[in-house]
T-cell receptor, first 112, second 114 residues
């Protein structure tokens, strides 16, 4: 069965610092991988996705993620965090017939 | 831009009541999904539908049912609400074309069962 692990429940970074959110997945074939962001009181918004090709994927709001098959990881990064990036971030894996499995989320706090 | 609208942002219901959560989308997407979101558990799939009048169970269907009479509308029904169904409920859609199409989410309905 497919699964996603986000080992960090909560992360605090200073504004302007770099960010890396971890995601490990389990999937039997080549996975579709996603990162979504959820601002308070809102639904989830897609940041980026990966299926094939270049393992470094660029997304919206200056985020990127790197797919590493050997480590079953798809970590999200941003070189310089802004206060507006404070939100909850979800990694997800999906494949056949559109079934998508989500991680438990990482809540990002940004301090001035 | 895809718009997924959930009719209520907040609902408070009593134990044993029948509860309807409504979701409407305006982009002619074939696939529609209901998730519930709980702290520390992420999003869990309750039911999904890939066509009118079609439905499939997700990972946690117990205590829920769904209805899809029209392509644009997908309803989640709690036949007899219980306190353990207090949660945030999220509706999402994708087009049928192309595996790996991202989900488009509504803003959620926060349901409290007392």
């Amino acid at each position: 069965a497919q699964s996603v692990t986000q080992p960090d429940i909560h992360i605090t970074v200073s504004e302007g610092a770099s960010l890396e959110l971890r995601c490990n997945y389990s999937y039997g074939a080549t996975p579709y991988l996603f990162w979504y962001v959820q601002s308070p009181g809102q639904g989830l918004q897609l940041l980026l996705k990966y299926f094939s090709g270049d393992t470094l994927v660029q997304g919206i709001k200056g985020f990127e993620a790197e797919f590493k098959r050997s480590q079953s990881s798809f970590n999200l990064r941003k070189p310089s965090v802004h206060w507006s990036d404070a939100a909850e971030y979800f990694c997800a894996v999906g494949g056949g017939y559109q079934k998508v499995t989500f991680g438990t989320g990482t809540k990002l706090q940004v301090i001035p | 831009d895809v718009k997924v609208t959930q009719s209520s942002r907040y609902l408070v219901k009593r134990t044993g009541e029948k509860v309807f959560l409504e979701c409407v989308q305006d982009m002619d997407h074939e696939n529609m999904f209901w998730y519930r979101q709980d702290p520390g558990l992420g999003l869990r799939l309750i039911y999904f539908s890939y066509d009118v009048k079609m439905k499939e169970k997700g990972d946690i269907p117990e205590g829920y049912s769904v209805s899809r009479e029209k392509k644009e509308r997908f309803s989640l029904i709690l036949e007899s609400a219980s306190t353990n169904q207090t949660s945030m409920y999220l509706c999402a859609t994708t087009p049928s074309a192309g595996l790996g199409s991202p989900l488009h989410f509504g803003n959620g309905t926060r349901l409290t069962v007392t």
